[in-house]
């Protein structure tokens, strides 16, 4: 037991580890390595065990972010890039409520970010108040853009979720250190995590890496076929002025990489022409999971559909106004007209017929209303609705959720959009940087206390119909 007036330490795989003590009792330990730095012959290569170091390693401050640009110029006010520089970047961050107990549930978290942002060191996610609750929280950083998500047909692919999953299996070996159970994991993530989410769960090599998960505002549509990802590698390749192979693109400057990735997601998320992206032109990640055949085998719907992951107890939503982010941030929701309305939801395959049920369930809606709503659930909520019937038909347990909250008038017009929930899971509301996000004047859905995932008294339910998620963590 480690003495309460002392820095907490803990013993891992790699050596001693010295944490900071945070009020109401909880130890965090950050910035600890699971895998070595992926640069020099590391570089674009699956991810290697973390190196051992001798005496206690310092573990008090959040270590080295992965490579990546900026967020695009709109969401730079709403999210709150983290940079910190240094090699070993494949690092995570651990809070408990009893480093010396043992027992205790475990969520391990998966940033979102397009693929291309994000980190588990950001502010939001600090997990405390999960410890606080009797939950030992770990956030993770993983490989992103090229580095991580570059598809050449070479035998090496989504090294993002080689990272995540070296992850886990570190979660697997040291977590009982910090009084975790490595049999009460649950992985959760939303966005691009949650998306990660889901593709681990269809993957062969994850199977009892975690007992539970959790998808928030992603699912299994979107991973790339072989042909898209080796398209968007020749793209890449072309942008730097080099042959689309790996060692090629190794020999660009680190800088110059991570810019060229950001502005083929700033072409495709812009104005991007569907003659040269294809369906990326609606989807807009052109960095993300490759069905690779041996990393990812299948595609992740159609191996869940096959009853993947099927053992694993699964949470999956979104929230009620997922898209108003990205109108609302472009300025654009109210230059939308009727013509632009008709014409964008066409694209997402919406027929008139389509669009007269949208206008009658949403009466007084203006068209960017309209327009929000319908790339909603073409994006998130649909997505979220086949995994839960893919799983219904193999008899897996699953659960879904919508959340509602805030309304538009009360957060500068974006509504329960995308991401909006996340300081009200983490416990992070009273934050100033995430204000411009969630509003000015906060305060939680409802006062029902979280639930710790994992916990064994969880009812079981089959899947359900979308409703309002009326607590700050799912049942699990």
Same mark, same amino acid.
């Given at each position: ?7 907490p ?5 790699s ?10 009792g909880?130890a965090?330990f ?15 290569l699956p991810?290697r ?6 005496g ?17 110029p709109?969401?730079q ?9 240094g ?5 995570l961050?651990v ?5 010396g107990?043992?027992g205790?549930?475990v ?6 970010g397009?693929f291309?942002n ?6 939001a996610?600090?997990?405390a108040a999960?410890?606080r609750?009797?939950v ?5 950083n ?8 570059l598809?050449l047909?070479?035998?090496?692919a ?5 990272d995540?999953?070296a992850?886990l ?16 994991v649950?992985?959760a993530g ?6 990660s ?6 993957m062969p090599?994850?199977?009892g ?13 979107h991973?790339?076929?072989p ?6 590698g020749r793209?890449?390749?072309?942008a ?6 790996r060692?090629?693109?190794?020999q ?6 991570v810019?060229?990735?950001s502005?083929l997601?700033v072409e495709?998320q812009?104005?991007?022409d569907?003659?040269k ?8 990640l ?11 085998p ?14 694993v ?6 929230t ?9 941030a472009?300025r ?11 014409? %964008?939801?066409?694209?997402?395959g919406?027929t008139? #017929?389509?669009? /007269?049920?949208? +206008?009658?369930? $949403?009466?007084? !809606?203006? &068209?960017g209303?309209l327009?929000a ?17 893919a ?25 329960a959009c995308?991401a909006v ?6 416990g ?7 204000r ?7 305060s ?7 639930? %710790? ?7 079981? #339910?089959?899947p /359900?119909g979308? +409703?309002?998620? $009326?607590?700050? !963590?799912? &049942?699990?």
């Amino acid at each position: 037991m480690n003495d309460p007036m002392q820095a907490p330490v803990v013993t891992v795989s790699s050596g001693r580890l010295a944490g900071r003590l945070l009020p109401g009792g909880v130890a965090a330990f950050l910035g600890i390595p699971y895998a070595a730095a992926p640069f020099g012959p590391n570089r674009m290569l699956p991810p290697r065990p973390a190196p051992s170091w001798s005496g206690t390693r310092a573990a008090t401050a959040y270590g080295p972010t992965v490579p990546k640009g900026d967020y695009p110029p709109q969401y730079q006010p709403l999210f709150r890039e983290v940079v910190i520089a240094g090699e070993e970047c494949l690092n995570l961050n651990v809070w408990t409520p009893d480093p010396g107990g043992s027992g205790l549930p475990v969520l391990v978290w998966i940033h979102g970010g397009s693929f291309m942002n994000g980190s588990g060191s950001v502010g939001a996610y600090d997990g405390a108040a999960f410890a606080r609750d009797g939950v030992v929280c770990v956030t993770i950083n993983y490989r992103m853009a090229a580095e991580g998500f570059l598809y050449l047909g070479d035998g090496v692919a989504n090294l993002g979720l080689l990272d995540q999953i070296a992850a886990l299996r570190w979660v697997q070996e040291n977590i009982a250190a910090f009084g975790g159970d490595p049999a009460r994991v649950t992985v959760a993530g939303e966005s691009a995590g949650a998306m990660s989410v889901t593709t681990l769960l269809s993957m062969p090599q994850t199977e009892g890496l975690f007992a539970r998960a959790i998808a928030q505002s992603g699912a299994a549509a979107h991973a790339l076929p072989p042909e898209q990802g080796l398209m968007v590698g020749r793209y890449l390749a072309e942008a730097l002025g080099v042959p689309p192979t790996r060692e090629a693109i190794k020999q660009v400057a680190l800088d110059t990489l991570v810019r060229a990735a950001s502005d083929l997601v700033v072409e495709v998320q812009g104005t991007p022409d569907p003659a040269k992206w294809g369906t990326l032109a609606l989807s807009l990640l052109p960095f993300a999971p490759t069905v690779d055949g041996t990393v990812l085998p299948t595609a992740p719907l159609e191996a869940i559909a096959a009853g993947r992951g099927a053992d694993v107890p699964l949470l999956i939503g979104s929230t009620r106004d997922e898209a108003r982010l990205f109108l609302v941030a472009a300025r654009t929701i109210d230059l939308i007209d009727d013509a632009a309305l008709e014409a %964008a939801v066409a694209a997402y395959g919406l027929t008139p #017929a389509g669009l /007269a049920v949208y +206008r009658a369930n $949403r009466p007084g !809606a203006r &068209p960017g209303d309209l327009l929000a709503a319908a790339v909603s659930d073409w994006f998130f909520r649909i997505p979220a609705v086949r995994v839960a019937e893919a799983r219904a038909a193999t008899g897996a347990t699953t659960w879904m959720y919508r959340f509602d909250h805030p309304d538009p008038e009360a957060n500068h017009g974006f509504g329960a959009c995308h991401a909006v929930e996340l300081p009200f899971v983490f416990g992070t509301i009273d934050r100033q940087d995430v204000r411009p996000l969630i509003g000015d004047d906060p305060s939680p859905p409802s006062p029902t206390p979280r639930t %710790a995932p994992g916990c064994r008294s969880s009812p079981t #339910a089959r899947p /359900a119909g979308p +409703r309002t998620l $009326r607590r700050s !963590a799912p &049942p699990a």
